[in-house]
């Protein structure tokens, strides 16, 4: 997951600071292929607000949430063996 330090981490849409309050979103490494519009987000921080202005920005929180069902899914499938 994206490091992120309140207050300096940067946005990777409007590059101001992100702060705690500010619906922070965190995207892991490896997410995004490099080749892909979305590679911009890869390891990367963003105010959800941002994100929620372009299609691109819409489209990685849905590839992000997608990717963290599929692990909630995989871990309560570990639990049940
Ligand atoms: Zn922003």
Known sequence: MALFLPGKTRC???DEAVHSDQE????PQGLFDT?????????AVAHY???STTETGRRAVHEL???LDDR???VRS???L
């Not at 892909?36 to 987000?41: I, Q, T, V």
């Open 12 to 14: 990777a849409v409007c």
């Open 24 to 27: 922070p979103v965190m995207f």
């Open 35 to 43: 080749r892909s519009p979305l590679a911009g987000f890869d390891d």
């Open 49 to 51: 607000r941002c994100l």
């Open 65 to 67: 949430r997608e990717f």
């Open 72 to 74: 909630v899914a995989y």
């Open 78 to 80: 570990r639990n049940k």
